[in-house]
Nanobody, 122 residues
């Protein structure tokens, strides 16, 4: 059974930093583009960042550019999201997913983890 397990979410003050990890089992991430998606309370899924298989193509939503960094370690089968200068609007559940387009018509596509809560508040 394919499993994606996120970790690293926490309560942090505005301006703080967190690093999320996603450990994947029974699926080689080297064969897939990977993404981070978040969902704020009462809002739809929002793709935050994606990285292609080779790590040579990266996407960030405009609101996180310059603050977040996605990376992957194919040898460890793990995806990361480093988040700096966090803002209250970054609050939400962060999901690790397979694929470059993990949301279609509001629905999940591909494999998803259970999510990790990130709360940015003073």
């Amino acid at each position: 059974e394919v499993q994606l397990v996120e970790s690293g979410g926490d309560l942090v003050q505005p301006g703080g930093s967190l690093k999320l990890s996603c450990e994947v089992s029974e699926f080689k991430i080297s064969t897939s583009d990977m993404s981070w998606v978040r969902q704020a309370p009462g809002k739809e899924f929002e793709k935050v960042s994606s990285i292609n298989r080779a790590g040579s193509m990266i996407y960030y939503v405009d609101s996180v550019k310059g603050r977040f960094t996605i990376s992957r370690d194919n040898a460890k089968n793990t995806l990361y999201l480093e988040m700096n200068s966090l803002k209250t609007e970054d609050t939400g559940v962060y999901y690790c997913t397979t694929g470059w387009m993990p949301v279609a018509g509001g629905h999940k596509v591909g494999y998803w983890g259970q999510g990790t809560q990130v709360t940015v508040s003073s």
